[in-house]
């Protein structure tokens, strides 16, 4: 699911909309409250344009990642792998 801003998110019909999100992919903030709400963290509001935060809410854990950044060669090979290895069992 894509939401532009949180208030759009949070005027979903039902209980809070969050709670169904395991993990959220979030660009830049306009507010450190947005940024709390949605990552529990402050800095998203500090994020430039070229990265967003995986957050997932299970173990608590952020990544900072560059969306729109190719893959690097060493990340395609293993995904390929992986891949391979679920596609063609041994």
Sequence with gaps: ???????????????????H???RVVFRTPSKNESMELLEWPGATE???DYAVLFDTTTGERE??????LPSREWLEE????????????
């Design 64 to 69: 900072m990642f560059r969306p729109y950044h």
């Design 21 to 23: 999100f395991d993990r």
């Design 1 to 19: 699911m894509w939401c532009d801003r949180l208030t759009s998110l949070k005027s979903m019909p039902g209980s809070n909309a969050l709670e």
């Design 47 to 49: 994020l430039s344009q």
């Design 79 to 90: 995904a390929a792998e992986k891949i391979g290895r679920k596609i063609l069992p041994n």
